[in-house]
């Protein structure tokens, strides 16, 4: 007996293009480039201590922006509501760390 699905309710299967491919390849490859530059920069020691944290934190923030909208499909049409809790997770998170920070 074959099951009665109705055209309207499948929704057809995204399909990657070889530009999408190349999108990913061209990310990995940054993000490559981006872990190199943090381990340069620390092991080389041209830069003070002090200066390192904050260029540190940065790569690191390009890195996670670059997950999310590349590998995490973010930059796709309909990606409002994931980037939108994605968004508030991360709010949330800081202000339970600054709560904790602040409270002892």
């Not at 070889?18 to 620390?42: C, E, R, Y």
């Not at 830069?47 to 260029?55: G, N, Q």
């Given at each position: 007996?074959?099951p009665?699905i109705e055209p309207s309710?499948?929704k057809?299967k995204?399909?990657?293009?070889p530009?999408?491919?190349?999108k ?12 190199a530059?943090a ?13 390192v944290?904050?260029i540190?934190?940065i790569l690191?923030?390009?890195q996670?922006f670059?997950q ?5 499909h973010?930059?796709?049409k309909?990606?409002?509501f ?12 800081i202000i339970?760390v600054?709560?904790?920070?602040l409270?002892a």
């Amino acid at each position: 007996m074959e099951p009665n699905i109705e055209p309207s309710t499948v929704k057809p299967k995204k399909e990657e293009t070889p530009d999408s491919a190349g999108k990913h390849v061209k990310a990995f490859i940054g993000m490559i480039l981006l872990t190199a530059a943090a381990f340069i920069l620390v092991g080389t020691e041209t830069v003070s201590a002090i200066a390192v944290i904050p260029i540190l934190l940065i790569l690191a923030a390009i890195q996670v922006f670059m997950q999310l909208y590349i590998f995490m499909h973010l930059d796709e049409k309909g990606s409002f509501f994931p980037a939108l809790f994605m968004t508030c997770g991360i709010i949330g998170g800081i202000i339970c760390v600054l709560a904790m920070t602040l409270w002892a």
